[in-house]
């Protein structure tokens, strides 16, 4: 049972998608699965998200610069 006042945890930490065709796999039923690089450095900020192993998440992606700062333009 949810409480109505509680927000769901976040976990905000910078990752790459490599650069492997393995990365991202679209399944034949409609499904995908998506593989993350978290850096050695990033593993701190990466840690609270082992508990959410298993759960259903909404995931928003930004485009980030080398510091982990949001960027607003791609880089070619």
């Not at 508990?51 to 982990?68: I, N, P």
């Amino acid at each position: 049972m949810s409480r109505p006042n509680q927000t769901a945890p976040t976990v905000t930490f910078p990752a790459s998608i490599p650069p492997t065709e393995t990365a991202i796999k679209i399944h034949g039923d409609g499904g995908a699965r998506l593989i993350l690089d978290v850096a050695e450095s990033d593993i701190g900020a990466f840690l609270p998200a082992v508990v959410m192993r298993g759960h259903r998440l909404r995931v928003t992606m930004e485009m980030a610069d080398e510091d982990g700062k949001q960027c607003h333009t791609a880089k070619p």
